[in-house]
Nanobody
């Protein structure tokens, strides 16, 4: 099993920056892909970004150029640097990890078998 704990959410104004963290513990050696998803009130959970074992990163079009995903393998921690935040970025942000046992596109939730509890990000206009 892998445990994921997010932190760093909060209330900011449009144009501000925020950094989210996702600390992984447990069988972290089994993880080959990690990502961030978000869910706004009344909406489906959506892909934000992901990073694979080769440090290749993938982004949703809505966050390209504003968000950056990276990780510190020594600390088993993944980060999401969010710049130029917009009110439409308001959502609960979830950290996710994939062990490779489940199939599917990395842009969807199917491959991810471990999830954090989420952290709220609110961007005021």
């Amino acid at each position: 099993q892998v445990q994921l704990v997010e932190s760093g959410g909060g209330l900011v104004q449009a144009g501000d920056s925020l950094r989210l963290s996702c600390a992984a513990s447990g069988r972290t050696f089994s993880i080959h892909l990690m990502g961030w998803f978000r869910q706004a009130p009344g909406q489906e959970r959506e892909f934000v970004t992901a990073i694979d074992w080769n440090n290749r990163s993938f982004y949703a079009d809505s966050v390209k150029g504003r968000f950056t995903i990276y990780r510190d393998n020594a600390q088993n921690t993944m980060y999401l640097q969010m710049n130029s935040l917009k009110p439409e970025d308001t959502a609960v942000y979830y950290c996710a990890a994939a062990s490779g046992r489940r199939s599917g596109s990395l842009y969807g939730s199917n491959p991810y078998d471990f999830w954090g509890q989420g952290t709220q990000v609110t961007v005021s206009s």
